[in-house]
C-alpha cells in the first residue's frame, strides 16, 4: 500500500488531499474540527526545520563563492544582480497582494497572536545583532540567525585553508537538512488533508475562494517580473533582442514549470545558456548551480511577499509600514538560503512569517495549492539565472558574441 502511495506524483497527492479534505469538510461538517490536529502535526515539523535549514543553508551559499578566488569580482557582480531582483521580486509581489481584493469569504482566528506594538527603528536595527548566538538559535529569531550565519560564512572564507574542515561540516549539515526537509514534505497531504476538512468544515466552500485568488496573484506577479525586470534587463544590458532571449530559453522554462525543480533544471538550462545564449561553459558552470540555490526570486522573493499579506487578510491582522519593510527585506535575504528543489520555498515562507509575527497554521492553506504555485515559482527563478548568466557573462566578455568561443581564460581575468 505505502508503495502504491509513494508512487504517485507528489503534486497529486497533495491535490487528491485537498479534494478529500473538501470532500469531508462538507461531509462530516464542524465535526470535522476533530481532524485540525492532522494540520498542527504538519506546521510542528515545519517549525521544526527552520532554525537549522537557515543556518547552514545561509552559510553553505556563502562559503560556496570561495572555490574560487580569482572569480570574487564576477561572484560579486553574480551576487548582486541576484539580491537586485529578489529585491524587486518582493517589492513586486507586496504591490500585487496589497492590489488585490481578498474578499471576507474567510476569517480565521490565529492561535498565537504577537503583539503588534511597533518598537523603535532603533531598536529594529540594533536587535539585528544576537548577544547571544545560542538564544538566537533557541527562540528562533530568524533576522539574527541570518545576520550571524552570514559572518560565519564571511570567516570561514578568509580563514581558508584552516577552516576547511568546519565548511565540509556545514555543507554536510546543509545536505542533512534538504533531505529532512524533503522527508516533512511527505507529511504535505496528511496536513493539506487535516486543515481543509477543518475549515471546509467550519466556514464552508467560501474556504476556496481566497485560494483562486492567492493563485492568481502569484502567476500575474511572476509574469510582470519576467517581462519587465528580466526583458528589461536583457533588453539594456543583454546585447540581444528581448524575444529571441526568451524564445532561447523557452526549453528550460518548460522544465522548471513541469518539474518544480531548479535543480533538475539544470542539464537543460545549462545547454541553453552555453550554446544559445553563447555563455562560456566555465562561467555557465557556476553562475547556474549557484543560481539554483540563492537566486529565489520566485520562491524568495514574490512568494513569501504575496503569501504574508493573503495570510494576514484570512486571519484579520493588519500590517503596518514596518512589516512591509521586514517582508520586502526577509524574503530578498531568506532567497539565499531557499534550495533549488520542491517544497522548500514552504519552509522558507515560516522565516518572512516569523519576523512579522503572522500564524503560521496559514502556511497549510497555502500548501493545499503549493504544487500549481511552484511550478510558475520554479519558471521564474530559472529565466532569472539564464538572465543573470547573460548579462554579467556579457559585462565580462565571457559571451561569444562574434564567433570566438568564450573562454575560461577570460573569467580568471
Not at 504517485?8 to 497527492?13: A, G
Not at 485537498?18 to 470532500?23: N, P, R
Not at 540567525?145 to 546543509?174: D, R, T, Y
Not at 492568481?216 to 546585447?239: D, M, N, P, Q, T
Request: aromatic share 8%.
Amino acid at each position: 500500500m505505502f508503495t502504491y502511495w509513494f508512487a504517485i506524483p507528489f503534486w497529486q497527492r497533495v491535490l487528491g488531499a485537498l479534494v478529500l479534505g473538501v470532500v469531508t469538510g462538507l461531509v462530516l461538517g464542524e465535526t470535522a474540527t476533530a481532524l485540525k490536529p492532522l494540520g498542527t502535526l504538519f506546521i510542528n515539523a515545519i517549525r521544526m526545520l527552520v532554525v537549522p535549514l537557515v543556518l547552514f543553508a545561509l552559510i553553505t551559499s556563502i562559503t560556496s563563492l570561495a572555490d574560487n578566488q580569482k572569480m570574487g569580482r564576477l561572484a560579486a557582480k553574480t551576487v548582486g544582480l541576484f539580491l537586485f531582483t529578489a529585491f524587486i521580486a518582493s517589492l513586486i509581489g507586496l504591490t500585487i497582494g496589497s492590489l488585490m481584493n481578498w474578499g471576507d469569504a474567510l476569517q480565521l482566528t490565529a492561535s498565537e497572536v504577537r503583539d503588534r506594538t511597533i518598537p523603535p527603528v532603533a531598536d529594529v536595527i540594533t536587535g539585528l545583532i544576537p548577544t547571544n548566538p545560542v538564544a538566537a538559535l533557541v527562540n528562533g529569531n530568524v533576522l539574527q540567525i541570518i545576520v550571524f550565519a552570514s559572518l560565519v560564512g564571511i570567516a570561514i572564507n578568509v580563514v581558508g585553508e584552516k577552516a576547511e574542515p568546519m565548511k565540509k561540516v556545514v555543507h554536510a549539515g546543509a545536505e542533512i537538512m534538504y533531505q529532512i526537509t524533503r522527508m516533512v514534505m511527505q507529511l504535505t497531504p496528511l496536513g493539506v488533508f487535516g486543515l481543509m476538512a477543518w475549515a471546509v468544515g467550519s466556514f464552508g466552500l467560501a474556504t476556496l475562494l481566497p485560494l483562486a485568488k492567492f493563485i492568481g496573484a502569484i502567476y500575474l506577479s511572476c509574469l510582470i517580473h519576467i517581462v519587465l525586470v528580466y526583458g528589461g534587463l536583457v533588453k539594456l544590458f543583454g546585447g540581444i533582442g528581448v524575444r529571441a532571449f526568451f524564445k532561447a530559453v523557452l526549453p528550460a522554462q518548460l522544465v522548471a514549470y513541469s518539474s518544480a525543480s531548479s535543480y533538475g533544471t539544470l542539464p537543460v538550462s545549462y545547454k541553453v545558456v552555453t550554446e544559445d545564449l553563447k555563455v562560456s561553459k566555465s562561467y555557465t558552470s557556476f553562475v547556474l548551480p549557484l543560481g539554483a540555490t540563492i537566486n529565489m526570486d520566485g520562491c524568495g522573493g514574490i512568494f513569501p511577499a504575496i503569501a504574508a499579506i493573503f495570510i494576514a487578510h484570512i486571519y484579520g491582522i493588519p500590517l503596518d509600514a514596518l512589516d512591509y519593510v521586514l517582508i520586502a527585506g526577509t524574503a530578498t535575504l531568506a532567497s539565499l538560503g531557499t534550495a533549488g528543489v520542491p517544497g522548500t520555498a514552504m519552509v522558507m515562507l515560516t522565516v518572512t512569517l516569523s519576523v512579522v509575527g503572522l500564524p503560521l497554521e496559514g502556511i497549510a492553506f497555502i500548501a493545499a495549492v503549493d504544487r500549481i504555485i511552484d511550478m510558475m515559482r520554479t519558471a521564474t527563478n530559472v529565466t532569472g539565472d539564464t538572465m543573470v548568466a547573460l548579462v554579467v557573462g556579457r559585462s565580462e566578455g565571457l559571451v561569444n558574441e562574434e564567433g570566438v568561443p568564450a573562454t575560461a581564460a577570460a573569467v580568471n581575468s
